[in-house]
């Protein structure tokens, strides 16, 4: 009797295992022609992009153009996104590395020099091999490459070409990236509380903390503002017909505006746009410098699972400037390689803004109460402090919070989070301006230094004739 031939499937096939991955980014090394090329190739990926999803074949034809309209199918966003010229596409890149756009890395006999190739053309990459973190990554084996084309200050900069752009190549490398000896790993177990502008963490064992988030961003937040109004004032100072007696935008339907830009308007829109990529990398480096202090103390991290995208319908300034969803993404990927966890918990089964571990009651409170403090004796406290403690005292196994579990560690804990608050409170008496999350008033926080009256401006007081008045003011009375 003849047996049935297999089929592969049947065969068992041996599936592909995923290994972790990591980026490792290298600057290129382009002249003036090749720079003009990349650009077109960049173009020619652009209008391909768009045709594409114009078509509507993008899950035969393209990955990034099939995830665009997958996101409309399933809800997640409204429409597609077409690359317009002046947005360009800034990233190419393989699923491979050996056919197409790949890195090849010579040998050490042949001068260990590493070129990113494609289309018969060479591209050399800027190689420091003193640099610890580029030889951890060489030595691992690379999945693919992304070529990456990013906008700089001028053309006069460094490394860019004359319309003012850097080339960089993205590697993808098989295996987990260089720890640094100087971010040390800790092995406590934290409970964080993420807000749209600060962050409480509570360690089990290490001091508790309420800072706010990003405080550094504020200063270049405010000279992106400045920047803002003065394209604003010369918008409408060059296009007054586009405007209605209100201010306001006049609408024709479909019919599309035209606006009138002038030179000083497209300067200032070119500051504004450097002004952006700084704020960006400033940010981006407090992040890491956020979580590497974090995981100094533990690498297992336990906060709620949030959806920051609703976020930005309510708080989308504060989210737009410290993006907090990215900072979760980096926070898992950072302790995911030192071999901990972050885990998030759903927030409408524990519900620790309204859990109280002493009487087990969970009680509604609205965003403006700050502070908990129940009839059976626990508190007061501040909110995120306390919810990141009752995070962090979460059975991993068992998410729901008890009663029993809190008790025995509450008895230390109450005094670390009232030096928390402590610490909170002192900034705010010494004038600093502090949100009102933080469980503090905003008078409070905006404290006068002196008890006499504020000195205005003498020209204010010459346009309500008032001078002379302000000249024989007197003294505030001694207490």
């Not at 360690?203 to 109004?229: N, V």
């Not at 708080?315 to 969803?325: E, I, K, N, Q, W």
Request: charged share 25%; net charge positive; aromatic share 6%.
């Amino acid at each position: 009797m003849s047996k049935k031939r297999q089929s592969p499937t049947e065969q068992g096939k041996e599936t592909k295992q995923r290994t972790p991955t990591f980026l490792l980014e290298l600057p290129l090394q382009v002249n003036e022609s090749q720079a003009a090329r990349l650009r077109a190739h960049l173009e020619a990926s652009r209008q391909f992009y768009n045709a594409v999803l114009s078509e509507g074949l993008a899950q035969t034809l393209a990955t990034r153009a099939y995830q665009a309209l997958n996101r409309v199918c399933l809800g997640q966003a409204r429409r597609v996104r077409f690359k317009s010229r002046g947005r360009g596409l800034a990233s190419i890149e393989n699923k491979r590395n050996d056919t197409g756009l790949r890195f090849v890395l010579q040998k050490p006999e042949a001068g260990q020099q590493g070129f990113l190739s494609w289309q018969n053309e060479q591209f050399p990459a800027l190689i420091n091999w003193n640099d610890p973190v580029v030889k951890h990554g060489l030595d691992h084996r690379v999945k693919y490459a992304r070529l990456v084309q990013r906008k700089a200050s001028s053309p006069q900069a460094r490394g860019a070409d004359c319309q003012g752009y850097r080339y960089s190549v993205q590697l993808a490398l098989e295996g987990i990236p260089y720890h640094k000896p100087k971010h040390t790993v800790g092995s406590d177990i934290i409970g964080a509380d993420l807000g749209p502008s600060t962050i409480a963490l509570v360690p089990r064992e290490a001091k508790a903390s309420l800072e706010l988030f990003c405080e550094q961003l504020a200063p270049d937040e405010q000279k992106i503002r400045r920047l803002q109004r003065q394209m604003d004032r010369q918008r409408r100072m060059a296009n007054p017909d586009n405007y209605d007696e209100q201010g306001r935008v006049k609408s024709h339907g479909k019919k599309r505006l035209h606006w009138k830009s002038s030179r000083t308007y497209e300067k200032i829109r070119r500051r504004k746009a450097t002004k952006e990529r700084k704020l960006a990398a400033h940010r981006k480096s407090l992040h890491g410098k956020t979580v590497h202090e974090i995981v100094a103390v533990g690498n297992t991290v336990i906060l709620e699972k949030l959806s920051y995208q609703a976020w930005q319908k309510q708080y989308g300034r504060s989210v737009g400037l410290r993006a907090p969803g990215m900072f979760v993404a980096h926070l898992k990927r950072t302790v995911a390689s030192t071999g901990g966890t972050l885990l998030e918990v759903p927030t409408r089964s524990t519900k620790l803004s309204q859990f109280c571990h002493g009487c087990g009651r969970c009680l509604k409170k609205p965003l403006s109460q700050r502070w908990h403090q129940c009839a059976c004796g626990v508190g007061p406290v501040q909110r995120d402090l306390y919810a990141a403690f009752l995070a962090a005292y979460l059975d991993p196994d068992h998410l729901l919070p008890s009663c029993a579990q809190y008790v025995i560690p509450w008895e230390g804990a109450e005094a670390r989070l009232r030096a928390a608050h402590e610490q909170v409170q002192q900034r705010a008496n010494e004038g600093q301006s502090l949100p009102r999350s933080m469980g503090i008033p905003r008078a409070g926080a905006r404290r006068p230094s002196s008890l006499s009256q504020a000195t205005p401006e003498p020209a204010f007081l010459l346009t309500q004739g008032r001078l002379e008045a302000w000249k024989h003011r007197s003294e505030p009375q001694l207490l």
